[in-house]
């Protein structure tokens, strides 16, 4: 009887324990999912995916010019946006791909680009 027993609870840990890894994995893919959201956000915001075609100066200058008429609430929606996707990347470390990392390594560099 005693044997039993110590089986089913031995099952029993086993399988909460399967539940617990699996819910740690699926929130760990929905903070991926944000995270590629809120790249995307930040691509449009900040008019990231420009054209490759022009030549670096061109580009800076154009840029330079770009953040002289940023709206104050598209900073706001941008740092907000930064914050979010620097949560969602610290909840899903182990999920990220490297070009995921990649992409992310930019983003140190996005504020000044607000400046």
């Known amino acids: 009887m005693k ?9 029993l840990s086993f399988n909460l324990d399967q539940r ?4 740690a994995r699926k929130r760990s893919l ?8 809120s790249l995307t956000k930040w691509s ?11 030549g670096g100066e061109e580009k ?14 598209l900073v706001e929606r941008a740092a907000s946006e930064f914050n979010q ?11 990220l791909t490297k070009s995921h990392k990649q992409v992310i390594g930019i983003t140190p560099a ?3 680009y607000l400046l």
Request: with cysteine.
């Open 3 to 11: 044997l039993n027993l110590d089986e089913a609870m031995e099952n």
């Open 20 to 23: 617990r890894q699996i819910r």
């Open 30 to 37: 929905q903070s991926l999912a944000r995270v590629q959201s």
């Open 44 to 54: 449009v915001l900040l008019h990231l995916s420009e054209d490759g075609s022009r």
């Open 60 to 73: 800076e200058a154009e840029r330079k010019q770009e953040r002289l008429h940023l709206d104050p609430g």
């Open 85 to 95: 996707l620097q949560f969602c990347i610290s909840k899903c470390e182990n999920d």
């Open 110 to 112: 996005i504020p000044t």
